[in-house]
């Protein structure tokens, strides 16, 4: 019964390649965990928000083709004609359920399955994963479109080249798996993600919730016209390291706002560094401005929309580097393969 946490995994930095090892890769989307009993069927996210009004049309798609009682753990992607579009996604989790009809229609999401956890009456949590995939394999065989299930391979050569080739088409990595039960919340698995520097430019600081250390670093990027962009926070510090960057960071916050290129941001009420999102709701985001003279280096593992994915890590500060230095051409492009390598081309039909 809901709900369930997932197992997670642990993040290296090269694909593992001990002894009974499998892999797949790893998919660029919202995790999710279907729950089906009957005519009723429930889509639980990986922090226990419920999923399902926001995808009513996997909601119909998925009482057709899997059992009748059933939980399956995977991912919800948004497939487009050269990849995963994870910002495209973003857009399906609005409150307006007219607006969710909509994008259904419009835009319909596709489910990636990997994993069995409960069939008919019997709890697979216990079962070694060959055993819960087996069964999996049996459930969804058949070409379903829009209903997947993720590619599995035993070779990690084979593991390291969808590492590489395709990652233009919005993969996140490779997940690694060995045969052993299904352990929830706990990082039985590994990830191996790509990991990228970039400099860029320092232009704020959010508090930590503690309110005496910093919690993260605004960044910025220049684009060809000059125009210095937000694209992304640097975080992760320990309690020292946060207390450190306060003192740090106390020269650059004088008339901080006195001509910094996000004085408008700081008073305005919209999508600016310090705006609620959907997923923030509660936090407070405000943030503090600093002269945008310092530059950061920091690692990121990849950039969609203009921005972070996700959120960097502070590598170093870079005193021989100027803020103007700190562009968009810097970044390394990716170019895009295509999922038919894995998949048959979407159709939108099942």
Known sequence: MPPVKPMLARA??????????????????????????????ELGSRNDRPLTRYFPEL???????????????????????????????????????????????????????????????????????????????????????????????????????????????????????????????????????????????????????????????????????????????ASSFTAARRRELVDELEPLRADALDGHPWRDWAEARGRVPGAQSRWSVGKDLSWEPLRPEWVAEVRYEHVSGGRFRHMSRLARFRPDRTPESCTYAQLEAVAPAELATLFAPETGTR
């Open 59 to 233: 909601v119909e798609l998925l009482r057709d083709v899997l059992p009748e009682r059933c939980v399956v753990d995977g991912e919800i992607v948004m497939v487009t004609g050269t990849g995963l579009d994870f910002d495209t996604l973003q857009l399906r989790l609005h409150p307006a359920a007219s607006r969710v009809r909509k994008l259904a229609e419009e835009t319909p999401a596709s489910f990636v399955a990997f994993d069995l956890l409960a069939l008919d009456d019997r709890d697979l949590t216990a079962a070694p994963f060959s055993e819960r995939r087996a069964l999996l394999e049996g459930v969804l065989g058949g070409g379903l479109s829009r209903v997947h299930l993720t590619p599995l391979t035993a070779d990690p050569d084979v593991a390291a080249d969808w590492f590489t080739r395709f990652e233009g088409a919005g993969f996140d990595g490779v997940m690694a798996k060995p045969d052993v039960p299904y352990e929830q919340d706990k990082r039985v698995m590994w990830k191996v993600k790509h990991e990228r520097t970039a400099d860029c430019v320092l232009a704020g600081f959010r508090w930590h919730k503690d309110g005496v250390g910093v919690g993260s670093l605004l960044l910025g990027l220049f684009d060809d016209e000059g125009v210095l962009h937000h694209v992304g926070v």
């Open 12 to 41: 290296v930095h090269e694909v593992p390649r001990a002894p009974g090892l499998v892999y797949e890769p790893k998919w660029d989307g919202f995790r999710c965990v279907v729950f089906r009993d009957g005519a009723e069927l």
